[in-house]
């Protein structure tokens, strides 16, 4: 079983940059897809990116061109560095692992990101 813990959200005004880390525990995580959701009170959680073991990438068409998925398996993290960041961009955002399927396996407790306009 996969631990996960996420860092890096806060405050940060429209048009600026926040970098998300997720620290993965517990398991090698080299062969296990990864990514990004969100969610905002009221609403589903959405995805926002995802990352394979080998590092293919997929994103969401509203973040597509501003937000990036990286993974360094040695050690065991999965970053997303969010660019131009839109107040719509504001949320929980959660780490999560995924089967071969691309289901969701697991879950991170979640950063919050706050952008102002």
């Known amino acids: 079983q996969v631990q996960l813990a996420e860092s890096g959200g806060g405050l940060v005004q429209a048009g600026g940059s926040l970098r998300l880390s997720c620290a993965a525990s517990?398991?090698?995580?080299?062969?296990?897809?990864m990514g990004w959701y969100r969610q905002v009170p009221g609403k589903q959680r959405e995805p926002v990116a995802g990352?394979?073991?080998?590092?293919?990438?997929g994103y969401a068409d509203v973040v597509k061109g501003r937000f990036t998925i990286s993974r360094d398996n040695a050690k065991g993290m999965v970053y997303l560095e969010m660019n131009d960041l839109k107040p719509e961009d504001t949320g929980v955002y959660y780490c999560?692992?995924?089967?071969?399927?691309?289901?969701?396996?697991?879950w991170g407790q979640g950063t919050q990101v706050t952008v102002s306009s």
């Open positions: 990352i394979t073991g080998d590092s293919t990438t």
């Open positions: 999560y692992t995924a089967s071969s399927s691309g289901i969701p396996t697991g």
């Open positions: 517990g398991s090698d995580i080299s062969n296990i897809a």
